[in-house]
């Protein structure tokens, strides 16, 4: 099984009145390991549009567990932990230079027909190439198959 694993960098304008990188950064973290997890299965968010329907996000939860500040390493590991008809549940993973684990998270996103705004299940071609990324539970010190992007 696959995971998708990146490294991310700090910005100043990333970080918040306290000090740390703010909350909402990580959000837009976890929405760019969306569009790789995307294109490391060949349905970048433009081909799966062409075909008549989109991902959206139905849930997002997110636990602090460490802060990031300016100058830390950041990678970032995902991969699926579920994947239904028509909805994927995501989880996320953040660690430091140090490899401690400073976020962890999940969402739940559904795909949607582009015109009628309803669910639309995932074909059987379009399910495999989305498999590799499903497993049920990664360690933080995983040893499987990683794309790194």
């Given at each position: 099984m696959k995971k998708i694993c990146?490294?991310?960098?700090?910005?100043?304008?990333?970080i918040d009145f306290v000090g740390h990188v703010n909350n909402s950064v990580y959000?837009?973290?976890?929405?760019?390991?969306?569009?790789?997890?995307?294109?490391a299965v060949g349905?970048?968010?433009?081909?799966?549009?062409?075909?008549g329907f989109v991902p959206i996000?139905?849930?997002?939860?997110?636990?602090?567990k460490n802060p990031l500040y300016l100058g830390d390493r950041v990678r970032l590991d995902l991969w699926?932990?579920?994947?239904?008809?028509?909805?994927?549940?995501?989880?996320?993973?953040?660690?430091?230079?140090?490899?401690?684990?400073?976020?962890?998270?999940?969402?739940?996103?559904?795909?949607?027909?582009?015109?009628t705004k309803r669910p639309r299940r995932l074909?059987?071609?379009?399910?495999?190439?989305f498999s590799p990324y499903v497993v049920s539970e990664f360690s933080a010190n995983s040893n499987r198959e990683t794309a790194r992007v």
């Open positions: 990146l490294d991310l960098e700090i910005y100043t304008y990333q959000q837009q973290w976890m929405e760019i390991g969306r569009t790789k997890l995307l294109e349905m970048p968010i433009h081909a799966i549009a062409e075909r996000l139905v849930q997002t939860n997110i636990t602090y699926l932990s579920e994947l239904r008809a028509a909805s994927a549940i995501l989880d996320f993973r953040f660690f430091n230079g140090d490899n401690t684990l400073v976020a962890e998270a999940q969402q739940k996103g559904l795909f949607i027909d582009r015109e074909q059987t071609e379009e399910r495999e190439l």
